[in-house]
Nanobody, 114 residues
Framework: VQLVESGGGLVQPGESLRLSCVAS????????MSWYRQAPGKERELVAH????????YYPNSVKGRFTISRDNAKNTVYLQMNSLKPEDTAVYLC????????WGQGTQVTVSS
């Protein structure tokens, strides 16, 4: 089983990034997919999740209106489009799959700084 995130980087406030997470080794279309983030010294925070068929999504207030989660079950991939990035969005972003079992990716660093 693998979840491999990509797309992180260093951007300035107000810019955008698109994260991707490619899954393998399990039935992707049967799993709820989520993005979490963890900043140094802070607890891991859920930033978005999407049901197995993409019919329902959730965002906390901290990212609502700026972040969009989507998935392509044919490509075993979940995306996180992040717009209007703020310094407080700086964190390691991790992909999570939850179904019969739970899996985590290694994460991708997002740094928002001028």
């Amino acid at each position: 089983v693998q979840l491999v995130e990509s797309g992180g980087g260093l951007v300035q406030p107000g810019e955008s990034l698109r994260l991707s997470c490619v899954a393998s080794g399990f039935t992707f279309s049967s799993y709820v997919m989520s993005w979490y983030r963890q900043a140094p010294g802070k607890e891991r925070e859920l930033v978005a999740h999407i049901t197995n068929n993409g019919g329902s999504v959730y965002y906390p207030n901290s990212v609502k209106g700026r972040f969009t989660i989507s998935r392509d079950n044919a490509k075993n991939t979940v995306y996180l489009q992040m717009n209007s990035l703020k310094p407080e969005d700086t964190a390691v972003y991790l992909c999570n799959a939850r179904g019969l079992r739970e899996y985590w990716g290694q994460g991708t660093q997002v740094t928002v700084s001028s």
